[in-house]
């Protein structure tokens, strides 16, 4: 039985549209960018040991949709939550979530667990009605690895499906993409991107210094990008590329030249960018070193459901059916 782990970096865009800088020789922080110009070795060596896909999410890109559509492997969630006197409640949307379906299908074979901040452990989303530890928002990346979900899976070896939230990404913005050398990394994207970097490293060393390596598929996600260096980034007061703008919309942005303050004609869409990475050493040789050219958010659910043979009914295609496609 192979272990999946799914890791969901919030605000991490898989890849950038070609020819943007934001400092000379840099691109915005982007997992497929940063890997070509050999500054995220650990991200590298999962690329170059799995399955890379450019991937893009098609539907609303604030964080709780993109983070549904993770959940559940399709676009028509309806509405994610509700307002009622100022406060928010869940919708109570019918949609059941991957990793619930898993537990209540086939609670003997599937264990599961989640690693998350309070919104994402509801129905809908990663709730799994036990084994969900759900911590504050934005809550430190290096305590959700260290202090909970890596103790956790070396005292229960058994846990096969497993879920593990990094959100802090989503907090650094409004900053600059490229800062030179900095001592914190929150100063800017560049400088998180490199933290998260050597966390993922511990991630990939834990699971080969307890022996899970061999029969995990580690897949690596997220629910949206940023702006930065297009006709949104400009609307939200950016002056120059070097400047991130969150994700709101319009997310059918385009390049801006800010020299001479208008649209280069080209599209950006840089919020829509997500990242979908599958490695690991369950990974089979034969897929290793693969790149699919056009993937979307809502296959990385019925990817997990493929590894996992679990009949999961969805919208999107596991990654190794659009391989077949090719």
């Known amino acids: 039985m192979p272990k999946v782990i799914l890791l969901v970096i919030d605000q991490l865009p898989g890849h950038w549209v070609?020819?943007?800088e934001v400092a000379d020789g840099m691109p915005p922080v982007?997992?497929?960018g940063y890997h070509r110009k050999g500054l995220v070795p650990n991200f590298s060596h999962l690329i170059e040991e799995g399955i890379f896909a450019f991937a893009w999410n098609r539907g609303e890109c604030n964080t709780p949709y993109g983070m549904k559509y993770l959940a559940t492997g399709r676009y028509d969630v309806g509405s994610v939550w509700r307002s009622e006197g100022g406060q928010m409640y869940y919708s109570g949307n019918e949609v059941v979530g991957l990793f619930e379906f898993a537990k209540h299908h086939d609670p003997v074979r599937i264990k599961a667990a989640t690693f998350t901040t309070d919104y994402w452990a509801a129905p809908g989303y990663?709730?799994?009605?036990a084994d969900t530890y759900a911590l504050p928002a934005s809550f430190?990346?290096?305590r959700?690895?260290?202090?909970?979900a890596m103790p956790y899976l070396r005292l229960r070896k058994d846990r096969n499906l497993v879920y593990i939230y990094f959100p802090v990404m989503d907090a650094v913005s409004y900053c600059p993409s490229f800062l030179e050398?900095?001592?914190?990394s929150k100063f800017s994207k560049h400088s998180y991107m490199l933290f998260l970097d050597s966390l993922l490293g511990e991630v990939v060393e834990f699971l080969q210094a307890e022996g899970f390596w061999d029969g995990t598929y580690l897949i690596v996600a997220s629910d949206h990008g940023y702006h930065a260096g297009c006709s949104t980034a400009r609307k939200e007061g950016a002056t120059g590329p070097n400047w991130c703008c969150d994700h709101p919309g319009p997310h059918d942005c385009e390049v801006w030249d800010f020299e001479n303050d208008r649209s280069e004609g080209e599209y950006s869409g840089c919020t829509r960018r997500t990242l979908f990475l599958i490695s690991g050493g369950a990974l089979e040789p034969s897929l290793r070193g693969r790149v699919v050219e056009e993937a979307e958010i809502i296959d990385v659910a019925p990817t997990v459901a493929d590894v996992m043979d679990l009949p999961y009914e969805c919208e999107g295609k596991s990654i190794f059916r659009r391989l077949k496609e090719v």
């Not at 990663?126 to 009605?129: C, E, L, M, N, V």
């Not at 959700?144 to 909970?148: A, K, L, N, S």
């Not at 050398?181 to 914190?184: A, D, E, G, N, T």
Request: proline share 14%.
């Open 126 to 129: 990663f709730y799994t009605a």
């Open 18 to 20: 070609e020819g943007v």
């Open 144 to 148: 959700m690895w260290r202090e909970y």
């Open 30 to 32: 982007n997992v497929w």
């Open 140 to 142: 430190p990346d290096e």
């Open 181 to 184: 050398p900095w001592p914190h």
